[in-house]
């Protein structure tokens, strides 16, 4: 058995049963780390010591919990007492915190071993990983490709088999946007659901804390141990969390699968519009009914998201003024000349590209014609889609537009990059759930499907993720780094 390749829950299963050692385990996995790493990139810091004395205590029965001697990866802006929080940024390069954020605690509560933390587009803001001061990461399936973002890293390791579940964050949809980009589930749990208490923010009102994994009752057990109520986090629900494991095989009961005819562009590879033919298809031989939807105003998506998200990091990341924490520009003659200074050279170029647009979208005599009327789109995607779900149970979309684009493709046109994010960021500002599950190859690349659900609805939407995992078999393949 090769236990680096197999899924999270056969790992935590072959660990439970002492059929294999959480000390071998973790070996296993930074060995493969070892190996791969240099030419991947995903990693950005490894923590083998601090993995191994846990692993240890796990196969000595002094550390338990329904994730006993699981090795994970996190995304770089995951706060954590240990290591670095760098969120891939000059900005942060030394940065230590003082705490370790709920979701990753509750990780660790339940035996969770950290492998380490991964590259992502700095401060979360990017579609490829190539936005990193540490340097990019490589699309394991091609490494002249990218493997999307911002939670490339995590994503990659994910991938190339360095971790055996991992915790990304997606704003505008960055866990499913590199989740099919490097052929595994990626998972965006409904606003709220998880604690964001511990992420460092970008867009707050958009923000979420999100699992991968190689199958779906993978993402469901990680779902299960971060989700919950917190009382650091005003915006976390207090609503009870399921066992979105053992719901996983029950069928869903009169099944109706939205399909929007704003999903099913000319502009889509073929190889995704075959695989949402295919999923229909799927979806029909299992006794679902297919329901047309109308989401009329799907093409404001875009626009409305990078007014919303730029303001809010405007806010977010004045904070980082070179005066408490964080980058400090060195030889400054005042105090305007250090905040100036400090910011100029501690951000890369798409993070002060978004400080700017959203500075400006806030400003005196521009705030209602931009992010007012944002806000009011906003709420009028959300109408769109709560609209569709009273006449069906999930909606049917790619998660991209095709398969992963080489390095530098995009990096020059920053509306071509945006427009990545085209069929993910109205989850996001509607607050719903979405997951990408592998749907095939194109060309030696991974290309996925989309699910939505109604918010706090992930166990059904788990569900059917699952019915059409099982139908494909698509998460099994393996790049063959």
């Not at 049963?17 to 930074?30: I, M, Q």
């Not at 990408?436 to 609805?457: E, K, N, R, T």
Request: net charge negative; charged share 20%; with cysteine.
């Amino acid at each position: 058995m090769d236990l680096t390749r197999i899924s999270l829950v056969e790992l935590r299963d072959a660990i439970a049963a002492k059929k294999l050692g959480a000390e071998e385990a973790a070996r296993g996995y930074l060995q493969r780390i070892e190996k791969l790493n240099a030419r991947l990139h995903a990693y950005h810091e490894v923590y083998a010591d601090r993995a191994l004395a846990r692993a240890r205590a796990v196969d000595n029965g002094e550390i338990t919990g329904p994730l006993a001697g699981v090795p994970l990866a996190l995304k770089d802006n995951l706060c954590t007492d240990w290591g670095h929080t760098t969120c891939s940024s000059k900005m942060l390069a030394n940065y230590q915190s003082p705490f370790t954020g709920t979701a990753v605690a509750k990780l660790e509560q339940a035996g969770a071993i950290c492998l380490g933390k991964t590259v992502l587009d700095e401060f979360a803001m990017g579609s490829s990983t190539e936005n990193s001061a540490v340097g990019p990461v490589r699309n394991p399936w091609n490494t002249d490709c990218v493997p999307g973002g911002s939670s490339g890293g995590s994503a990659a390791a994910m991938a190339a088999d360095l971790c055996a579940g991992a915790l990304g964050s997606d704003t505008g949809g960055s866990i499913r946007q590199p989740a099919a980009l490097c052929g595994i589930v990626g998972l965006k749990p409904t606003y709220g659901r998880v604690s964001r208490w511990g992420l460092v923010a970008f867009g707050s009102s958009l923000d979420q804390i999100g699992p991968f994994g190689h199958t779906v009752a993978d993402v469901a057990l990680l779902l299960r141990t971060i989700a919950g109520v917190d009382p650091h986090d005003s915006t976390s629900v207090d609503q009870p969390v399921p066992d979105y494991v053992a719901q996983l095989d029950r069928k869903p009961d009169q099944l109706r699968i939205g399909l929007a005819k704003q999903y099913l562009s000319d502009a889509n590879h073929p190889a995704v519009a075959k695989a949402i033919d295919d999923a229909v298809k799927i979806f029909q031989s299992a006794g679902a009914e297919i329901v047309q939807v109308d989401l009329p105003h799907t093409e404001y998506g875009i626009p409305t998201y990078y007014i919303v998200a730029t303001a809010e990091a405007s806010s977010n990341l004045a904070r980082y003024d070179g005066v408490h924490y964080g980058h400090r520009a060195a030889q400054c003659d005042d105090l305007t000349d250090l905040y100036a200074a400090s910011r100029a050279e501690g951000f890369g170029d798409e993070v002060k590209r978004r400080i700017m647009l959203g500075t400006y979208a806030l400003s005196s005599g521009y705030f209602d014609a931009f992010y007012l009327r944002a806000l009011k789109v906003r709420r009028l995607i959300k109408n769109d889609l709560d609209a569709a779900f009273a006449r069906c149970d999930a909606i049917l979309c790619p998660t991209t537009t095709g398969p992963a684009f080489r390095f530098g493709d995009k990096a020059g046109d920053p509306l071509a990059m945006y427009l990545n994010d085209i069929y993910t960021v109205n989850a996001n500002l509607a607050g719903i759930p979405g997951i990408s599950v592998p749907a095939g190859l194109a060309d030696g690349l991974p290309v996925a499907i989309q699910l939505f659900g109604p918010l706090f609805d992930e166990p059904r939407l788990l569900r059917i993720a699952r019915l059409y995992e099982q139908a494909t078999g698509h998460g099994k393949l393996r790049p063959s780094i």
